[in-house]
T-cell receptor
Framework: GNSVTQMEGPVTLSEEAFLTINCTYT??????LFWYVQYPGEGLQLLLKATKADDKGSNKGFEATYRKETTSFHLEKGSVQVSDSAVYFC????????????FGAGTRLAVHP | DVKVTQSSRYLVKRTGEKVFLECVQDMDHENMFWYRQDPGLGLRLIYFSYDVKMKEKGDIPEGYSVSREKKERFSLILESASTNQTSMYLC????????????FGQGTRLTVV
């Protein structure tokens, strides 16, 4: 079946540190891949996406590259800020059937000054 | 501004009660979803609907039902609430295009006592 595995959190970083949150997936064909972010007290919102192999999604200084060979979509940011503290969810939509979003467990990021 | 609106932010219900969670979207989206969010488990799909009166079970449909009589409204029903249904419930909507994002409501935190 289709599934998403994320690194466990929480991840605690100092401001301006480099961030990597690992995400790997299991799916047949070519799923679309997404990172969603949930800020405290809010619903989820799209951070970035990639819909075909080797695509790079980017937004707000975050990047992730769709790696078909390693079935991965790791999230990176070169210099995190306190305002990046949130829960980050990796997700996929399979290539067949209805457009169901399948989520990973989420990774909580805490950035300290 | 696009919107997915959930009728309540917080609800407290008694064991055995029938509970209705309402969700309305203003984007004319075909797809609508109900997820449950629990710490360490991420978002798990309860039910989704790809058209009016059409529905499919997600990963954890037991104890829940849904109704979609109009395109913009998707209701989640807990037939007989139990304490293990205490959780955050998130509604989302999307176009029938796997390359586009889903939009989420703010969530309803349900406590069953």
């Amino acid at each position: 079946g289709n599934s998403v595995t994320q690194m466990e959190g929480p991840v605690t970083l100092s401001e301006e540190a480099f961030l990597t949150i690992n995400c790997t997936y299991t799916a047949t064909g070519y799923p679309s891949l997404f990172w969603y972010v949930q800020y405290p007290g809010e619903g989820l919102q799209l951070l970035l996406k990639a819909t075909k192999a080797d695509d790079k999604g980017s937004n707000k200084g975050f990047e992730a590259t769709y790696r078909k060979e390693t079935t991965s979509f790791h999230l990176e940011k070169g210099s995190v800020q306190v305002s990046d503290s949130a829960v980050y969810f990796c997700a996929l939509i399979p290539s067949g059937g209805y457009n169901k979003l399948i989520f990973g467990a989420g990774t909580r990021l805490a950035v300290h000054p | 501004d696009v919107k997915v609106t959930q009728s309540s932010r917080y609800l407290v219900k008694r064991t055995g009660e029938k509970v209705f969670l309402e969700c309305v979207q203003d984007m004319d989206h075909e797809n609508m979803f109900w997820y449950r969010q629990d710490p360490g488990l991420g978002l798990r799909l309860i039910y989704f609907s790809y058209d009016v009166k059409m529905k499919e079970k997600g990963d954890i449909p037991e104890g829940y039902s849904v109704s979609r009589e109009k395109k913009e409204r998707f209701s989640l029903i807990l037939e007989s609430a139990s304490t293990n249904q205490t959780s955050m419930y998130l509604c989302a909507s999307s176009l029938p295009d796997r390359t586009t994002e889903a939009f989420f409501g703010q969530g309803t935190r349900l406590t069953v006592v």
